[in-house]
T-cell receptor
């Protein structure tokens, strides 16, 4: 069965620090998709990135970057020069291509607090 | 205007009551989903629908039912609410199984 582990329950940093959120997944499939979502204090879920299992290139979007390593089954998320507005709960999710169609398995989330 | 809307945004109800949560989307997506979020548990899938004639159970469908009234509307019902159904409920849509899901703002439901 697929599983997503976000071992960091809560992280606190001071503004402008870099922070990495860890995501480790388990799957038997060779084809799968990984996602990151942000849930700010207002409660909505905001899509950040999708990555398929065949594309191991790292991605950078502004202050956000993602490191995908199939060898360690990890898809880590780094925020550079964190800001107070980055304070949120971040979820990593896995979508397998077979089995229960459209099932997106979420990790339990990492709460990030960025302080002044 | 929001692409995925949910009504109501907050609801307090009593044990045994029937309650319906509604979801509408203007994204034109065929696939719609209902999740619940509980503290420390992430999001868990309740039901999903690929089109108007297709309804599928998710991992925690007991105690819930759904109705896909149109491509744009997907409702979740609690036939007889119980306190452990107190949670934050999200509706989501997607264009396909491999694509990201877009979430509504959530409905906070409290069953007393």
């Amino acid at each position: 069965a697929q599983k997503v582990t976000q071992a960091q329950t809560e992280i606190s940093v001071v503004e402008k620090e870099d922070v990495t959120l860890d995501c480790v997944y388990e799957t038997r499939d060779t084809t799968y998709y990984l996602f990151w979502y942000k849930q700010p204090p207002s409660g909505e879920l905001v899509f950040l990135i999708r990555r398929n299992s065949f594309d191991e290139q790292n991605e950078i979007s502004g202050r956000y970057s993602w490191n995908f390593q199939k060898s360690t089954s990890s898809f880590n998320f780094t925020i550079t020069a964190s800001q107070v507005v980055d304070s949120a709960v971040y979820f990593c999710a896995l979508r397998e291509f077979t089995g229960t169609a459209s099932k997106l398995t979420f990790g339990t989330g990492t709460r990030l607090q960025v302080m002044l | 205007d929001a692409d995925v809307t949910q009504t109501p945004r907050n609801r307090i109800t009593k044990t045994g009551k029937r309650i319906m949560l509604e979801c509408s989307q203007t994204k034109g997506h065929d696939r719609m989903y209902w999740y619940r979020q509980d503290p420390g548990l992430g999001l868990r899938l309740i039901y999903y629908s690929f089109d108007v004639k297709d309804i599928n159970k998710g991992e925690i469908s007991d105690g819930y039912s759904v109705s896909r009234q149109a491509q744009a509307k997907f409702s979740l019902s609690l036939e007889s609410a119980i306190p452990n159904q107190t949670a934050l409920y999200f509706c989501a849509t997607s264009t396909g199984p491999s694509y990201e899901q877009y979430f509504g703002p959530g409905t906070r439901l409290t069953v007393t």
